[in-house]
């Protein structure tokens, strides 16, 4: 999955606010790829509520991851606005989707996403978030949250699908669009192949 992960106008600092729209927008499209891939290796996930639950879980994840960066990349202050932010948004899209598709309140959508969030981030402050990125406890416990979503003939197997596919995929592209979001430096415009008249 190709994702665009630098501002098109440079030249300034972004704002946390910024960068947390920016990587809302990124992190929803990592989750609905780790889903469509989850469906394509065999598990079973069904449109409804299931859905919405696996899709929760997987965006809390990358939120975790996220904060994480941005507790090595910026400010206390900054990271406090930028990870707010990035949860308010992520909550107030998911719950239109799942108000629009399910018919349920979009407030209390939006509230039980961020409780959920608040929920989870107790359980991963548990675990080591490294420079190399996160501990092998860290995606078992992305692992369990979702194995009690699945069904039961699932349930046991998909600990080891998100540990040694899909959590590392979507961690290396969290990683790599902070970076290319955070960093000041001009990016090098793109050679152009020419041909000649020869």
Request: aromatic share 12%; proline share 4%.
């Amino acid at each position: 999955m190709r994702i665009k992960s630098q501002w098109f106008k440079e030249g300034r600092t972004h704002t946390p606010q910024e960068l947390a729209g920016a990587v809302s927008f990124v992190a929803w499209r990592i989750a609905d790829d780790a889903l469509k891939k989850t469906r394509k290796a065999s598990f079973e996930i069904a449109v409804g509520p299931q859905y919405f639950a696996f899709f929760d879980e997987f965006l809390i994840f990358l939120l975790q991851v996220a904060d994480r960066i941005a507790y090595r990349r910026l400010s206390a202050d900054d990271r406090v606005a930028f990870t707010g932010t990035l949860v308010n948004r992520v909550a107030e899209t998911q719950a239109e989707n799942r108000s629009r598709l399910l018919g349920v309140d979009a407030a209390a959508c939006k509230q039980d996403f961020v409780d959920r969030f608040n929920e989870r981030a107790g359980g991963y402050a548990e675990f080591d978030y490294g420079d190399d990125g996160p501990s092998f406890r860290f995606l078992r416990y992305l692992g369990f949250c979702l194995s009690g979503i699945m069904d039961e003939k699932d349930s046991p197997w998909i600990v080891d699908q998100i540990m040694s596919i899909q959590a590392p995929e979507a961690v290396d592209m969290v990683e790599k669009t902070m970076r290319n979001l955070l960093d000041e430096a001009p990016r090098q415009p793109r050679s152009r192949g020419s041909t000649s008249g020869d």
